[in-house]
């Protein structure tokens, strides 16, 4: 309990960082970006190849930067969180053509498993679970360099007012040392992970009373996400 709540601290902490300074990161990054874009279409007039490939980095490295100050965003509170009923068929379908795009890259196929509560309404903020299901996803995807299957599922426990919602990969799988410390921000095992997406959708669960867990071994990994039934 003690670490679950330094957790919060932290997160909270990086939260107000973010909504402080996120704007005056991003202005002045917009600027750059504009200029560089001007620069890299003179070298290219001019046949200065090797020097305008290096503008093309700094873009690169820019638009990280953006995607790192969107992530810290996206954990500053206070949130507007709104809550209604949710259908978990219709944000799978919402986030597919999103998903697919990704999968292809890496030789992933992705199969929604149909079954009799597939159909299921939960209580959530759609938004707010859809950003759940992509990060997760990416994350499964990310871990199949090799291609392989991502699965997503549906199913409700018994005697529980709780549905279970599964993203499954066939991937490269977790440790227990690994899996201690995928939950902390910032930590990242990609070359260009922001170490971030887990804890965003932890954060996520919380306000929305929902639950994540992990189970993994050596030919994949599977995340629960647990969220409230509705009628
Ligand atoms: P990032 O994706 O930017 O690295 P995340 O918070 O999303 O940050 O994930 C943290 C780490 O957890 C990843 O770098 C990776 O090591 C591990 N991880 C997350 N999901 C999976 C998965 N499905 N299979 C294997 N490892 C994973
Ligand atoms: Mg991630």
């Known amino acids: ?17 973010a909504a402080g300074t996120a704007h005056e990161i991003r202005n002045p ?11 890299g279409h003179k070298l290219q007039d001019n046949g200065l190849y090797k020097e305008q490939s290096y503008i093309e980095v ?3 490295e820019i638009d990280r930067i953006n995607q790192l100050v969107r992530e810290f965003l996206l954990l500053s509170k206070p949130r507007d969180i709104r809550v209604c009923t949710v259908g978990v ?24 498993e149909k079954n009799h509560e597939a159909g299921v309404n939960v ?20 871990a199949m360099s090799d291609g392989g299957t991502l699965v997503l599922r549906t199913h409700q426990l018994n ?24 939950f902390d921000p910032f930590f990242t095992t990609k070359e260009n992970g ?27 990994s599977v995340f629960q996400v647990h969220l409230p039934l509705a009628y």
């Open 29 to 39: 990054l917009t600027a750059i970006k504009g200029f560089l874009q001007v620069i």
């Open 1 to 17: 309990l003690e670490q679950q709540v330094r957790h919060k601290d932290g997160l909270a902490t990086i939260g107000q960082m």
């Open 194 to 220: 922001t170490g971030l997406g887990l804890p965003i959708c932890r954060q996520i669960l919380t306000e929305i009373g929902g639950e994540i867990q992990v189970f993994s071994h050596e030919t994949g």
């Open 58 to 60: 700094m873009q690169k």
């Open 89 to 112: 068929e219709d944000l799978f379908a919402e986030i597919l053509p999103i998903i697919e795009n990704e999968a292809l890259l890496y030789n992933v196929s992705v199969l929604i």
């Open 123 to 142: 209580v959530a903020d759609g938004e707010l679970l859809k950003q759940v299901f992509l990060n997760l996803c990416k994350n499964a995807i990310e």
């Open 159 to 182: 005697d529980e007012q709780k549905i279970v919602v599964e993203i499954e990969d066939t991937g490269v799988g977790m440790d227990d040392a690994l899996i201690a410390q995928i």
